[in-house]
């Protein structure tokens, strides 16, 4: 029940992340403009936490934070939180199964990411609406929009790893239980011949 | 196995209520999460826009512009000091009342809202911003959105307590505009070559139209959206699109949309809503 209550606390702790990260992003002058773009601190708070918690969770953050993404945005609600829910889902699954966590991994993860969210946007306004001269907007302002989201993502990294930390039982110390010392006449021989060859 | 079966719920749970969203938000243009979320979201936008708005335009200087604008600034401070602590602020409040109540008393017929921006996404290609009122306001979309310098954009979408603008540098912006001095008239809109820079286009323009560098742009009022003869910007220079030789003039705005702070929404103006001809 304890740890239950732990890790509430920590997803609490995320939500208010997103929060901050969402004000920081939109407030004039705070973030310096770099070649005209601006990065999307929320993509990379996603991935980052993605590498760190749970398939289940990293789903639900990855949407919410599209969410947020989508009201900052002004655009149809929905599409980014599904586009980032299923990134999230899929880096989370494969961290977990397959690959010890660490910045290298998220700064790839996050750049697949910003490609994805960012392209789903000009897709949706350059071949959707269609506005004019798409190849001059993807240049001018998505990949540089692209490059400045992945350039951020080891801050964001850092802070989420902070977050990930708070608030967190490690269960496996819990349960593995401190082995007895054996005093050396009380061992077995095989086990003095293990000891006197190392 | 079962962990599998799980997964396979929420995750279709999941797609089917995002779809859901997607798609009542995309029939309705609203939804209550965004409604929620800038209701909780805009006062701390405000707080932060607010803290930033005077010192975050430093942020883009030079050292040199920096440090002559510092030595302004310290014989201005010298200037000032045997003045009231507040008498600034005072100042640049009464400042503002001043010059938004001027296009109240220049046009009496328009019903104004002066607000701020608290909010600029950095997922829009051209500068489209948030403001601090929404339909608890009047605030409705379509609003045309200027300044005492002239036209910024209108309103295309409302929350309770905020709303986005779209300004005249996106390709969405169609506004009847016509030359002053000439009479020429034209849409004016936004293009993606021009925008970075912060500049429009008039667009649909006659070939033998006199339209001459310099020459300042109002709105025409026709479409009922924007009032009549609200300035749009001076003619940079007049130019032929490459592909089809037609001939269309890049204007300058007399505000800059890229970082205009104050703006005021027009509410109401006679003859909103109304489609007619060309009004002088």
Redesign the interface.
């Known amino acids: 029940m304890f740890y239950i209550k732990r890790r509430y606390f920590r997803y609490a702790l995320y939500a208010l992340e997103i929060f901050i990260l969402y004000i920081i992003e939109g407030t004039p002058y705070l973030i310096p403009e770099i070649a005209l773009a601006k990065p999307l601190l929320l993509v990379s708070a996603a991935v980052s936490a993605a590498a760190f918690e749970l398939p289940y969770f990293s789903l639900f953050f990855g949407v919410f934070c599209g969410l947020v993404i989508d009201v900052g945005t002004g655009g149809v609600m929905g599409l980014t939180s599904i586009l980032l829910g299923g990134i999230c889902y899929c880096v989370s699954a494969w961290n977990n199964k397959y690959i010890k966590n660490n910045i290298y991994l998220v700064l790839i993860y996050s750049a697949a990411a910003a490609i994805a969210v960012i392209s789903l946007k000009f897709f949706i306004f350059y071949f959707i609406k269609p506005y004019p001269n798409p190849l001059n907007a993807y240049i001018t302002h998505y990949l540089p929009r692209m490059v400045y989201t992945w350039a951020v993502t080891p801050i964001i990294y850092v802070l989420t790893m902070c977050v990930s930390k708070t608030y967190r039982t490690d269960k496996r110390k819990a349960k593995v239980k401190k082995r007895k010392r054996v005093p050396h006449s009380q061992r077995s021989a095989v086990s003095r011949r293990r000891a006197k060859r190392a | 196995m079962k962990e599998t079966g799980n997964?396979k719920k929420?995750?279709t749970t999941?797609?089917i209520v995002?779809?859901v969203?997607?798609a009542v938000?995309?029939a309705l243009n609203k939804?209550f999460?965004?409604d929620v979320?800038?209701f909780i979201?805009s006062p701390?936008?405000q707080t932060?826009?607010s803290i930033?708005?005077e010192?975050?335009?430093d942020?883009?200087k030079t050292k040199e512009e920096l440090l002559k604008e510092n030595s302004e600034l310290k014989k201005e401070v010298n200037e000032l000091i045997n003045q009231v602590i507040d008498y600034d602020d005072i100042k640049k409040e009464n400042e503002i009342l001043r010059k938004y109540y001027g296009i109240k008393d220049d046009n009496p017929d328009y019903k104004i809202e002066v607000a701020e921006?608290?909010?600029?996404?950095?997922?829009?290609?051209y500068y489209?911003?948030?403001i601090n009122k929404g339909s608890r306001n009047d605030v409705k979309i379509n609003d045309p959105v200027i300044t005492e310098n002239g036209l910024v954009g209108w309103i295309?979408?409302v929350q309770l307590t905020t709303s986005?603008v779209t300004t005249l540098l996106s390709?969405?912006a169609k506004v009847g505009a016509m030359d002053k001095k000439s009479s020429d008239s034209g849409i004016a809109t936004g293009?993606?070559?021009f925008s970075?820079e912060g500049l429009l286009t008039l667009t649909i323009i006659s070939a033998d139209n006199k339209i001459q560098e310099n020459d300042i742009v109002l709105t025409t009022g026709v479409g009922g959206v924007y009032p009549p003869n609200i300035v749009i910007g001076k003619v940079l220079r007049l130019d032929n699109d490459p592909y089809d030789t037609t001939p269309f003039a890049v204007l300058k705005p007399y505000e800059d949309l890229k970082?205009v702070?104050d703006v005021v929404v027009i509410t109401s103006f006679e003859g909103q809503g109304v489609v007619s001809a060309i009004a002088n």
């Open positions: 997964v929420v995750l999941t797609l995002l779809l969203v997607s938000s995309a939804n999460f965004t979320y800038t979201a701390f936008q932060s826009a930033l708005s010192y975050g335009q942020a883009e921006v608290i909010r600029r996404d950095p997922n829009d290609d489209g911003f948030t295309s979408d986005r390709p969405e293009n993606s070559s970075d970082s702070s």
